[in-house]
């Protein structure tokens, strides 16, 4: 018995460290980039790395004087909340007649929306570019919400999809027999129930969006540019300025980090729909 | 006077013939059960009633006007699912007002109709209740009761008891029947369960592969079914079917015979007109179900005594039947009159 129980401590413990040593590998660059931005230049490059000096915020001033970082981060919430918001509206009905009005094509849809998710988006660059250029659409917010929204679209049709599917038919047939109009239907019975699909399946696109940086830096580098863009601004033009990246990097991550951390609950749950229930 | 009226009414599901213009009338007041084995289109039916199933072909009027391709919501029809289907975020007295709220009545009316249901159908002390908190009976009983709030034109009833367990689905029975007879509503009720179908139905209406078989009150289809299906599928145990050859002074045309197993009496060796083996002897206390495998071609046959067991297993018995009780179904299936 006393064996039997040494031997579950024992792989408790090998797990464990498992575990952590799994999550710190994957969490360093994240310590690395949030230290290294707190170093001075000299101090970032220096060999082996320096773990215990003065910490200077310097590299956050450099990075706001030079490059305007309220600008940057206004475009960043405008394009991804608005896409999100966007996106939910078109998702939603879809997913709603998908789920609760299917027809034989329901699944080839679904799969063939799913498909364009496969295809590398430099393939659809050169044409969108282009389109974009002659609407006047390069560099402007406008473009970026358009790119972002289609972007998500068939993620969000997919989990939203998911989510309604299991809300029993009846349930909106009751409702229907009731008297609901789609409206109400949707408002006093759909909506309520799949609130939490629809705030995590929101949450995730959001951050998606905010995270986007191949579209953002071909459609929108300037004026339009989101906080990827001004990330990136630090990494080529001028060498590798470490500090400078980091602070950037750290300044461009922020908002999304605490969003994402208080709401982890939904997130999770957003994307392990279905594989828990 | 009809209020329900069903006009050649058909469905398909591609090429799929679910409901083959299917002619029913029914009258204000009137409780209708619609019966038959799983597949047969029962529900299929009620739902093109209800607006949840587009009706292909075929008109459905109701109270005078036609409602054929008219939206559920705007039909006046209530619904009770076989899965409750109660909005799982309200409570009990939300469910139950959902209707009438949608509809904007005044809440003064609102309350006390909901009040009314509530006390009718013992679920005062529930309204504050959400679904999940609630025993399936009782959210049977809120299912029903957002049904009578709103006073609809006609209850459709989708197979509601089949989710409680054989004690609660008796005593549910006879609460519907009882709110039917206080309601005196026009109701429509879906069952596979035959007794929920004799004891609820004025009539019943028998279906099977889409069409309907037969339309009478319980004890019609009992004592004079119209054909072969009916006849077995009414009756529990079934109606025993024996080929007319062990029958004398029948119709010429008479291929098959039934005859109800309380219609069998087994009486000395030698003084009946079957004689065969006993198989099995199910004694049921108020009742005995002998089943006897015939001399000849082996076919088998079920005597119902209302006595204690008088036979043994492999006892060779002799049965009389009353002549007044056999049902002569013609080589198509269908009852010779």
């Not at chain 2, 036609?66 to 409750?84: C, G, N, W």
């Not at chain 2, 599928?233 to 029958?247: E, K, R």
Request: glycine share 8%; hydrophobic share 45%.
């Amino acid at each position: 018995m006393s064996t039997k129980k040494s031997k579950l401590t024992t792989s408790l413990i090998v797990r464990t460290i498992a575990a952590w040593g799994i999550a710190l590998m994957l969490f360093f660059p994240l310590i690395f980039m949030g230290i290294t931005a707190f170093k001075t230049e000299l101090q970032a490059i220096a060999v082996p790395s320096l773990w215990a000096f003065e910490p200077t915020l310097e590299n956050f001033h450099v990075v706001n004087e030079r490059s305007d970082y309220m600008q940057f981060a206004w475009n960043s919430v405008v394009t991804s909340v608005v896409s999100t918001v966007l996106g939910l509206l078109i998702a939603a009905p879809a997913a709603y007649s998908m789920a609760f009005s299917p027809t034989k094509g329901t699944n080839g849809l679904l799969l063939w929306m799913l498909s364009t998710k496969f295809m590398p988006a430099v393939g659809a660059l050169l044409p969108i570019y282009i389109i974009f250029q002659q609407f006047g659409l390069l560099d402007t917010k406008t473009a970026l919400v358009i790119i972002f929204t289609m972007m998500n679209l068939p993620i969000m049709v997919w989990m939203l999809y998911t989510y309604f599917k299991d809300i029993p038919h009846e349930i909106l047939e009751a409702a229907r027999m009731d008297g609901a109009s789609v409206w109400q239907e949707f408002r006093h019975v759909l909506l309520p129930l799949g609130i939490g699909g629809l705030a995590s399946t929101g949450l995730l696109c959001l951050v998606l969006a905010w995270n986007e940086a191949f579209w953002a830096l071909n459609l929108g580098a300037a004026e339009a540019g989101t906080l990827a863009t001004m990330m990136v601004s630090y990494s080529s033009p001028e060498g590798l300025f470490w500090a400078k990246l980091s602070a950037a990097s750290l300044m461009a991550i922020a908002p999304i980090v605490v969003i994402g951390w208080f709401s982890q609950k939904q997130l999770v749950q957003g994307l392990t729909f279905g594989a828990v229930k | 006077m009809s209020y329900l009226e069903l006009k050649n009414v058909d469905k398909y599901y591609g090429d799929v013939h679910a409901i083959k213009g299917v002619n029913l009338t029914i009258n204000k007041g009137e409780f209708i059960v619609f019966v038959g084995p799983s597949g047969c289109g029962k529900s299929t039916l009620l739902r093109m009633i209800a607006g949840l199933e587009e009706i292909n072909d075929g008109d459905l009027v109701l109270d005078g006007n036609e409602i054929t391709h008219q939206a559920p919501s705007k039909r006046d029809l209530a619904m009770v699912f076989q899965s409750y289907a109660l909005y799982p975020h309200m409570t009990v007295e939300e469910n139950m007002s959902f209707a009438l709220r949608i509809k904007g009545e005044d809440q003064s009316v609102i309350d006390q109709k909901v009040a009314k249901a509530a006390e009718t159908l013992n679920l005062t002390p529930y309204l504050k209740r959400t679904p999940k908190e609630l025993s399936g009976g009782q959210r049977q009983r809120v299912a029903i009761g957002r049904a009578i709030v709103r006073s609809p034109k006609v209850f459709l009833f989708d197979e509601p008891l089949s989710n409680l367990d054989a004690a609660l689905r008796g005593q549910t029975r006879v609460e519907i029947a009882e709110l039917h007879r206080d309601l005196n509503a026009t109701s429509i009720y879906v069952t596979h369960d035959q007794v929920e179908a004799m004891t609820l139905a004025d009539r019943v209406v028998v279906l099977q592969g889409g069409v309907i078989e037969q339309v009478g009150t319980p004890m019609e289809l009992y004592e004079a079914p119209a054909n072969k299906f009916v006849a077995q599928f009414i009756g529990q145990p079934q109606m025993n079917l024996l080929s007319a050859s062990y029958f004398s002074g029948i119709s010429p045309e008479a291929v098959d015979v039934g005859i109800r197993p309380e219609h069998f009496t087994i009486v000395e060796a030698g003084q009946g007109a079957i004689s065969g083996q006993v198989e099995l002897v199910e004694a049921l206390g108020n009742e005995t179900l002998i089943h006897v495998c015939l001399e000849g071609a082996g076919e088998k046959l079920i005597v119902r005594q209302y006595e204690q067991p008088t036979v043994k297993v492999r006892d060779t018995v002799s049965i009389n039947y009353d002549v007044s009780h056999l049902h002569q179904f013609d080589v198509k299936g269908e009852a010779i009159r």
